[in-house]
C-alpha cells in the first residue's frame, strides 16, 4: 500500500539569501521505502526590514525577542497562505524549520524563530517545527537535522554535503549514518560580496580574481572548532564571534578575503572528507553554483561530486525539513543520535493546530 503525503517545507538559513518554500510530495510503499517530488518551490528574499532585523535578533532583550517571534511566525503563516494561494496548491500541513537565533547545545539550549501557533493561525494549515530542542535535551547537538533524508530519500550517494550558510557532511560509517557541520560558508563568501555591492559572489569570479593570504589562512585553518571531534556543530554566534572577526579585522582587499575564505572552506571540506573511500558525493545547497569553489575541491578531493538538478541543489533542505515533519506526523523517529551525540533516536518537533 503507498500512502501520500502532501507537505509545504520551510527553510530559512544562517546565509540570509531568503526563505524557501518546497511543496513537496512523500510517497512510502510500507515499511518505508520513500520516494519524493518537488512539486514547486520559490525562495522568496527578505526584505532590507527583515534582513536587518534578523542579523540583529540576538543582542533585543527577552520581550522584544518573543514579540519578534509571533511577528515572525505570522509573517511565516502570511508567506505560505500566499504561496499556495499563488502555486493553486494544497497542504496537509506546514514543516517550518524557523530561523536559528541561538545554537548552544553545551549550555543545552536553542531557538528558532518563528512561533508555531503564530504560523498555524496565519495560514490555517497545521504546523510542525522546533526539530532541535528535543536532541539537544537528550544530550544532542541538535544538528544537523538533514542527514535523516539523506539516509532515507538520497540513499544511493556515498556522502552528502550541503554548503550553505555553514557547510555540512553526512555519510555511513560502521553501518551508521553521522554528520557534522564542517565549516563556515556561505555565511562568509555573502558578508565579504556584500563590500562589493552584490549578494554573492557570482561562480566565485571575484574569489577567483584574487589571491590567497598565507596568515588569513592560517588563522582560519587552526580556529579551535576544528580540534573538535564529531558529532559537533557550528551556530551563528560561534562563526560571528571567530571567523567573521578574522576576517573583519583584516586590512585585506575583499578580492584577497574571498579567495582565502574560499581557499579554507574547499581545504575543511576536503580534509573532512580524506579518510573516506573514494565515491560519490551529493552537492547542494548555496555554493553548489559556485564553480570555482566546486572546482577547487575537485582538485584537492579524490571524490567525485555530483551536481542534481537546481531544484534539488537550492531547496533540499526545505524538502528535508518537509520529509522530517512526515516523520514526526507518523510518530517515527527523525532526529539520529548517531549523527548528534544524543542518547537516544527521537521524534523532534511540536505539532500546532489553526
Known amino acids: 500500500m503507498t500512502t501520500t503525503y502532501s507537505v509545504l517545507g520551510i527553510m530559512s538559513g544562517s546565509s540570509l539569501d531568503g526563505l524557501d518554500l518546497a511543496s513537496c510530495k512523500f510517497h512510502v510503499n510500507e515499511p518505508g ?45 502570511e508567506i505560505s497562505r500566499e504561496f499556495l494561494s499563488r502555486k493553486k496548491l494544497t497542504a496537509d500541513f506546514i514543516s517550518s524549520h524557523g530561523h536559528t537565533i541561538f545554537h548552544n547545545p553545551v549550555e543545552g539550549f536553542t531557538f528558532q524563530l518563528g512561533e508555531g501557533q503564530s ?11 522546533d526539530f532541535r530542542t528535543k536532541d ?25 554535503l550541503n ?23 556561505n555565511q562568509l563568501l555573502n558578508a565579504l560580496s556584500r563590500e562589493r555591492g552584490v549578494d554573492f559572489d557570482e561562480d566565485g569570479r571575484l574569489a577567483e580574481s ?48 574571498l579567495r582565502t575564505v574560499t581557499e579554507h572552506i574547499a581545504e575543511q571540506i576536503a580534509k573532512s572528507m580524506a579518510d573516506l ?20 575541491l575537485k582538485k584537492l578531493s579524490k571524490h567525485e561530486f555530483v551536481l542534481p538538478d537546481n531544484q534539488v541543489v537550492d531547496f533540499k533542505e526545505a524538502l528535508i525539513f518537509g520529509f522530517m515533519g512526515v516523520l514526526k506526523m ?9 549523527v ?3 542518547t537516544m533516536d527521537t521524534c523532534s518537533g511540536l505539532i500546532f493546530y489553526p
Open 210 to 257: 584574487g589571491t590567497v593570504d598565507d596568515a588569513l589562512i592560517e588563522k582560519l585553518n587552526t580556529d579551535p572548532y576544528y580540534t573538535l571531534q564529531y558529532p559537533k556543530s557550528l551556530s551563528n554566534e560561534y562563526v560571528k564571534n571567530n571567523f567573521l572577526s578574522y576576517l573583519n579585522g583584516s586590512k585585506l582587499t575583499t578580492e584577497v578575503k
Open 330 to 338: 507518523r510518530n517515527e523517529s527523525n532526529c539520529m543520535a548517531s
Open 119 to 129: 504560523i498555524a493561525a496565519a495560514s490555517g494549515l497545521r504546523v510542525v517545527c
Open 33 to 77: 521505502d520513500w520516494q519524493y517530488n518537488i512539486v514547486e518551490a520559490e525562495t522568496i528574499p527578505y526584505s532590507e526590514e527583515w534582513l536587518q532585523t534578523l542579523k540583529n535578533a540576538t543582542g533585543i532583550p527577552g520581550e522584544d525577542l518573543i514579540r519578534l517571534n509571533v511577528r515572525y511566525g505570522r509573517f511565516l503563516g
Open 136 to 160: 539537544i535535551s537528550m544530550g544532542g547537538q541538535g544538528a544537523p537535522l538533514v542527514p535523516i533524508g539523506d539516509e532515507m530519500l538520497f540513499p544511493d550517494y556515498d556522502a552528502c
Open 163 to 185: 554548503i550553505g550558510g555553514i557547510a555540512n557532511l553526512s555519510f555511513r560509517k560502521d553501518g551508521k549514518r553521522v554528520a557534522f557541520d564542517v565549516c563556515p560558508a
Open 277 to 296: 573511500e573514494a565515491g560519490n558525493v551529493l552537492v547542494t545547497g548555496g555554493g553548489a553554483h559556485n564553480s570555482y569553489l566546486i572546482n577547487r
Open 340 to 342: 548528534t551525540g544524543a
